[in-house]
Nanobody, 119 residues
């Protein structure tokens, strides 16, 4: 079965950095657009960044120049490098695999990893 497992979250001071990782299994990783979403307390889940199967990236405006998404198809891994973190970046971060353009049920989520930015 499909599994997405995130890691790398934690507590960091403002201005610090974290690198989130997501390892995928159970499907053909390289065919999917991979994304990172986040959900802060009391807010809706929002898209942070995506990377297509051929490496094209996109970001929500609030993290442009601050976060970087990358993938390693040989390792079935997707990463989110987060720099200059701010308290408003505090959220649970979720890994997502999407191929709904091919079939509507091809969308999968990880369990999430908590990122807390606080002094």
């Amino acid at each position: 079965q499909v599994q997405l497992v995130e890691s790398g979250g934690g507590l960091v001071q403002p201005g610090g950095s974290l690198r989130l990782s997501c390892v995928a299994s159970g499907y053909i990783f390289r065919l999917y657009t991979m994304g990172w979403y986040r959900q802060a307390p009391g807010k809706q889940r929002e898209l942070v960044a995506t990377i297509t199967s051929d490496g094209n990236t996109s970001y929500v405006d609030s993290v442009k120049g601050q976060f970087a998404i990358s993938r390693d198809n040989a390792k079935n891994m997707v990463y989110l490098q987060m720099n200059n973190l701010k308290p408003e970046d505090t959220a649970v971060y979720y890994c997502n695999a999407d191929r709904t353009w091919y079939s509507p049920n091809l969308n999968f989520w990880g369990q999430g990893t908590q990122v807390t930015v606080s002094s």
